[in-house]
Each structure stands twice: as structure tokens, then as C-alpha cells.
């Protein structure tokens, strides 16, 4: 089992950064993957960013390459997303994602343990 608590979110203007962090307790040495995912109102969840644990390899949807960074402190068992130039469309509940197992990064799907969500907000 492991449980994701987020932080870090707010209410940013269009083009500034806001960086996330999510927790990870538990069973952390079964960790083989961890995700962020966002979801807009009346929208889908949709994939952000993913990493895997054991290398650090990444992965990101188009939308937010150039932007947004996922990175993980091993030492801390915590993952953070840096995101900047942010836009009015990336306002969204953000969710941290983990799996204890292989899988595909972008989907929801693949993902076992979530944290709770966390807000951002993006004025023009």
C-alpha cells in the first residue's frame, strides 16, 4: 500500500509558476512509477507527466513540454511538478498517481494509488 498526500497548489496569473509535491509513504520501495494527472471541470482526467522511479526517465503529454518538469527526491520518497509559463487552460485539480507495477505512464488506468487532488488555479 501507499499512500499520496499533494501540496503546493493556488492561484497564479498567466505566466507565472507554481511548483507541486506529493508525498509518498508506505510500501515506497514497491514504487515503479508515479504520474501527475489533471482534471478540469466537466473534463476528463488527463495525463500531465509521469516518471519511473528506478532511472528517473520521463514522460510528458505535448501540451506541457517546454513547461512543466516532473522530478523526484528518492532520499524524501517525494515527487514534485515545476511548472512554468503557466496558462489560463492549465487551471485544473491536479492528482498525484503511483503503481507498484509496469504499465503505460499516460494512462489513468495504469495508475493504483492517487492522492487526494490539489488546485490550480490560472488568471488571465
Known amino acids: 500500500q501507499l499512500q499520496l498526500v499533494e501540496s503546493g497548489g493556488g492561484l497564479v496569473q498567466a505566466g507565472g509558476s507554481l511548483r507541486l509535491s506529493c508525498a509518498v509513504s508506505?510500501?515506497?520501495?514497491?514504487?515503479?512509477?508515479m504520474g501527475w494527472f489533471r482534471q478540469a471541470p466537466g473534463k476528463e482526467r488527463d495525463f500531465v507527466t509521469a516518471?519511473?522511479?528506478?532511472?528517473?526517465?520521463?514522460y510528458s503529454a505535448d501540451s506541457v513540454k517546454g513547461r512543466f518538469t516532473i522530478s523526484r527526491d528518492s532520499a524524501k520518497n517525494t515527487v514534485h511538478l515545476q511548472m512554468n509559463s503557466l496558462k489560463p487552460e492549465d487551471t485544473a485539480v491536479y492528482y498525484c498517481a503511483a503503481r507498484d507495477y509496469s504499465g503505460s505512464y499516460s494512462s489513468q488506468h495504469e495508475y493504483n494509488y492517487w492522492g487526494q487532488g490539489t488546485q490550480v488555479t490560472v488568471s488571465s
Open positions: 508506505g510500501r515506497t520501495f514497491s514504487t515503479v512509477a
Open positions: 516518471i519511473r522511479w528506478r532511472d528517473g526517465s520521463t
